[in-house]
């Protein structure tokens, strides 16, 4: 069974940056991977997804703003966000849309002036 860890978040001001990262611990080359998010109250959210080929899309919300990228060699797949604002504060947490897998720890984004 493949084990995701997530690591990167923080704390950061409104209009900042992070860089998240999701380490599989084998292979992931072959599928769609993909960043979440789950705020408190709210429901775990899909924001972004890349292909095996590296074809990507993006919820509304993060467009233009976030860029998801994956290295195959080291199975691991990151999530450059930009110009965060403080609707972003959540836990991020990456997986395998086609068919999750057991979901890591994550990684918490805190944007606070």
């Known amino acids: 069974q493949v084990q995701l860890v997530e690591s990167g978040g923080g704390l950061v001001q409104p209009g900042g940056s992070l860089r998240l990262s999701c380490v599989a611990s084998?292979?992931?080359?072959?599928?769609?991977m993909g960043w979440y998010r789950q705020a408190p109250g709210k429901e775990r959210e899909l924001v972004a997804r890349?292909?095996?080929?590296?074809?990507?899309n993006y919820a509304a919300s993060v467009k233009g703003r976030f860029t998801i990228s994956r290295d195959h060699a080291k199975n691991t797949v990151y999530l450059q966000m930009n110009n965060l604002k403080p609707e972003d504060t959540a836990v991020y947490y990456c997986?395998?849309?086609?068919?999750?897998?057991?979901w890591g720890q994550g990684t918490q984004v805190t944007v606070s002036s």
């Open positions: 997986n395998r849309p086609s068919s999750l897998i057991t």
């Open positions: 084998g292979s992931i080359s072959w599928y769609f």
């Open positions: 890349i292909s095996s080929g590296g074809l990507t």
